[in-house]
């Protein structure tokens, strides 16, 4: 700031705090406006919502989770078939909750294991 000697230094020294003032309350009011916006909640949840579809692993998250929940019901088809006995019933779900939670977890060896057990079966369908 500069040493005020007389009227016209005081002036320009006055003009100066004020545009200052200004500046600084513009800044404010931009920085309350974007505060509100990001503290709301729906804009909270469609950032989310962004943030999940845009992400570059959600198509193998979702794949992995539908091929846990199908080797799942496969295993509980084959477990109980059509039968009736509810104490084999819950041993199938039983089964079923763990094959499906094993597989979510092991994604990776359990598509792995699966391709190459597929490959050997159809290997031994083809006609010599």
Do not use: W
Not at 43 to 69: C, H, Q, R, W, Y
Not at 107 to 127: D, G, P, R, Y
């Amino acid at each position: 700031m500069q040493v005020i000697k007389d009227n016209k230094s005081l002036a320009a020294a006055i003009a100066e705090l004020e545009n200052a003032k200004k500046c600084e309350g513009i800044l404010l009011r931009k920085h309350f406006e974007f505060t509100v916006h990001s503290l709301n909640p729906i804009n909270m949840v469609k950032e989310k919502f962004n943030e999940t579809i845009n992400s570059p692993d959600l198509k193998g998250k979702i794949l992995g989770t539908a091929f846990s929940l199908a080797s799942g019901y496969f295993t509980n088809s084959l477990l109980v078939g059509s039968s009736t006995n509810p104490l084999k019933r819950m041993l199938a779900s039983f089964v079923q909750n763990k094959v499906s939670s094993l597989s979510s977890v092991n994604t990776e060896e359990v598509k792995e294991k699966s391709i190459s057990f597929l490959s050997n079966s159809l290997q031994k369908l083809k006609i010599k």
